[in-house]
């Protein structure tokens, strides 16, 4: 089973070692390996993968949104997120699909399930291809309001008026967040800011964050990002992002092999390999 990893740049990448892995757990042979495309050269090399031996792939920053052009299809959910981070090739089509918005429900149901009780506030910060995901996957769940902050609020608005919900939503800007930091019980951040090798980077000011928030950061390198250690000194809780690495990929894996695998024994080595 030949799988890999799209993008720009993708050297950091921990997917290799999370799906050689689940290929070991399932005695399956096989190999991921991480195709870094150039933006220019973006169309030239999807066609070679086209005739490539690939059984699936996955895609990240910048391509969750230029890929989907090259499927011949599209999961009613991608299609309505607007991004696609999975890729499954069988019978010479390409399938896409999004699993990082489930991969991160299901990471934080198993840690914070008190949060998905009907009554919590959401503040989604960044209105980008994860953020989609992230955005679609909460709205079916149950929370009292879901709010999405971004430097141009125009695009955080075009993601609420695409995803029509029951559920209270509003666009702000990261200012706007900042002062209103107190009012939710999950904040999480889906930008790239705070990634290797801007460490020193943070998204928005936690001065006004609500004692015993969870703050969730999807930036899995550092573990600790900036953000993260700023949340738990302020009496935050925090939510790293290398469990929404682990359960996107587990969803993915499991599409691709057709075969169930075990994300909950991949957290502490991960966390481990990130740490040491």
């Not at 090399?45 to 949104?65: C, H, Q, R, W």
């Not at 011949?72 to 607007?82: F, L, M, N, V």
């Not at 690495?245 to 390999?273: C, P, R, T």
């Amino acid at each position: 089973m030949e799988l890999g990893l799209i993008g720009y740049p993708v050297q950091h990448s921990k997917s290799p070692w999370i799906h050689q892995h689940f290929l070991s757990e399932t005695n399956l042979t096989g190999n991921y390996q991480l195709i870094e495309i150039h933006p220019d050269q973006f169309d030239e090399e999807i066609m070679k993968l086209k005739a490539s031996d690939l059984s699936g792939f996955n895609v990240t920053i910048p391509y969750k949104e230029k890929i989907i052009p090259y499927l011949d299809e599209i999961s009613p959910a991608a299609q309505k997120i607007g991004a696609v981070n999975t890729v499954v090739c069988r019978n010479n089509r390409w399938y896409g699909d999004n699993t990082d918005g489930r991969g991160l429900v299901t990471a934080l149901k198993e840690q914070f399930p008190e949060l998905f009780t009907g009554d919590k506030s959401v503040l989604i910060l960044g209105a980008g291809g994860a953020s989609r995901g992230i955005y679609y996957a909460l709205l079916n769940e149950e929370f009292e309001e879901i709010v999405i902050a971004n430097r141009t609020v125009i695009r955080a608005q075009a993601l609420i008026d695409a995803n029509p919900s029951g559920i209270s939503s509003a666009a702000i800007s990261f200012s706007e967040a900042e002062a209103k930091l107190n009012q939710f019980d999950l904040v999480i951040q889906t930008t790239s800011v705070g990634m290797t090798p801007h460490i020193e980077e943070q998204v928005i000011d936690l001065s006004r964050l609500k004692p015993g928030a969870v703050v969730s950061d999807i930036v899995y390198q550092p573990f600790w990002t900036k953000l993260l250690r700023d949340a738990k000194a302020r009496g935050g809780r925090v939510h790293h992002g290398h469990e929404m690495l682990i359960y996107q990929a587990k969803l993915a894996f499991e599409m691709w092999s057709g075969k169930q695998v075990n994300a909950k024994l991949l957290k502490d080595k991960l966390k481990h390999d990130l740490l040491s």
